[in-house]
């Protein structure tokens, strides 16, 4: 009894000792942090800028200051009542979503074919898929252009999504995490009776989930952000994305940049609930805890 | 009836064959062991047997029906890993259920199963967790679980035991035993630990290089092996290797009394002496090996002494209590029974009996 009693004392006695806060910083942490504080800064400076000029008139927007003279939300009531931004909002976000979600199944789909199978040019296959990720988005748009004009796709959401449907970079991020999961988890499954596209699916899947995450988070962003390939395949205002459409108020000569930034603050929304839903699943070591311990 | 029958199998990646023609009958309910020394084709005779590998030759039959075309879930066999492989995003319940989700059984069925399978194992208050919030040990016997909920006709178990501590290995090593006496299906184990073998076979499949070199039951294989490999790899530690030449009905070593061998050996001929630790042991009768000891290792009831001989270094066992110091000279014998006779050149058994 009394030992136990002086036991705990003890213990409680080295969680203090170990929580104690540190009194006094290294130069070596010291000049981390400032190193940290810089890159910090230099990352919401333009978020703080875009917040500042949508609360701005438009004699403001060219004064730097940081903190406007005469504080307003008259640009938010103006995007949001303008009904064109709802349609284009409402493009982004179903384009963005189908993107993401083809990306997740097929990026998968391919990615495990060509790590957990053996078939006769596998290794060309692979290096085929690879290649494509060298050359640019630039010189793709012209081929895609005479593509959905050849088909008709032009100025519809198939013309806007189908380059983004599959891409290699996902392909190839699913591959190289498939090569985690351990054969003997496939095997197991084969053995328990499912069938290959089963195996991949219920088996193979949720034990890549912070890859399919970072997949899922990184799609979305790209094709939400997606500006020149939209630009291009689409010409009515209709069918516009939120980046092609914001970019569009105001004309050539007099742009309204208080607006297009007050629009870029309300579409960065949707990219942070992305963000926060797919980050939980984004914990490492889940593959790990089912092998030997 | 036979439940397993391999009948020459082989097997070749691109162009090195790894098995060269594996031939075995398992009777039914029998406790098969393999064993060998790493990359002799242990896992790969199973992953045949299981039906993960494509046989290049041979057959495999289970339960009266040749088996080479069909998949891993028609060939009633179920089969534990070296890992586990038991799916982390899956709870204890569902892990174990996971072998009956292609079953035709009704759900009732299944679910008595399953608990019957986790009352077995002692996991009932288990079955919500997931695995990492289980032991080593507790996450083996959920594979295990995995196995058994199908009833398999053949349960293939490949190095179940080699991921944990020496302490939890040799209780899991009973529990297997237990568990076979209870369910009696037919078990084939892969191990590359002798004593698991002897102490869970009933026979005992021992392997090199692609080749079987001896079936038996553990104490034949103990006491008679067919070859030197056997010989050394089986019992610790390893048998003793005497090399000698025959001359008229003698083997003659390097020094000390001729042995007088109570087998046909041509005049001339060189063979090797085995003799086990166990049974060398200092002074008694007819010593025929004279050396210094050279290193001793205390075991409690015994002492094993290394021995420098004209021979070669031998070990032997000597008294716990009383054993020779370092230095000293000691006179090695053995019971004539207890040698071991094989051909220097193909190391087969020259003993009659073997
Ligand atoms: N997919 C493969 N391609 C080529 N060679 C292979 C392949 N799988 C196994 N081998 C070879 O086959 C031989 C036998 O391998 P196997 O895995 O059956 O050995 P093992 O007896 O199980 O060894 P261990 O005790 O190390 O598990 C090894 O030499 C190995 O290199
Ligand atoms: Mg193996």
Redesign the interface.
Known sequence: MGSAVAQIRASSKTLLASGRPRTSASTGQVIRWLILFIGGVLMVMPIAYMISTSLKWPHEIYNLALVPNEPHLENYTYVLEDGRFYGWFVNSLVIATITTISNILFDSLVGYTLCKFRFPGRYIVFIAILSTLMIPTEMLVIPWYLMSQAFGWLDSYWGIMFPGLMTAFGTFLMKQFFETV?D??I????????NELAIWWT?AM??V?PALAALAIFVFLGNWTAFIWPLIVTNSVDMYTLPVGLSSFGDEADVQWELIMTGAAISTIPTLVVFLIFQRFIIRG???????? | MASLVLRNLVKTYDKTTVLHGISLEVEDGEFIVFVGPSGCGKSTTLRLI?G?EETTAGEVEIEGRVVNHL???ERN???V?????????MTVRKNIG??L???NLTKAEKMARLEDVASVLEMTELLDR???Q???GQ?QRVAIG?AMV?DPAVFLFDEPLS?LDAQLRTQMRLEIKKLHQRVGNTIIFVTHDQVEAMTLADRIVIMKDGHILQVGKPSDVYHRPANTFVAGFIGAPSMNMLQCTVDGGLARLASGPDIQLDIDVSQGRSVILGVRPDDLHPSGDNPFLKGTVTVREPLGPDTLIYVDTPSGEVIAKADGQHPPDIGETVQLSASRSRLHVFDAETGMSLDSNA
């Not at chain 2, 890993?81 to 995003?89: E, G, K, L, S, V």
């Open positions: 351990p003997d988890f095997e197991a499954a084969r053995i328990d009776g499912l088996v949720p034990l989930r889940v593959v790990m805890a089912g092998l030997k311990g | 299981a993960l998949k891993p879930k066999i179920a089969m890993f070296q890992n586990y492989a038991i799916y982390p995003h996971f072998g989700r292609t079953s997931k695995p990492s289980l032991s080593g996450r995995r199908r991921n």
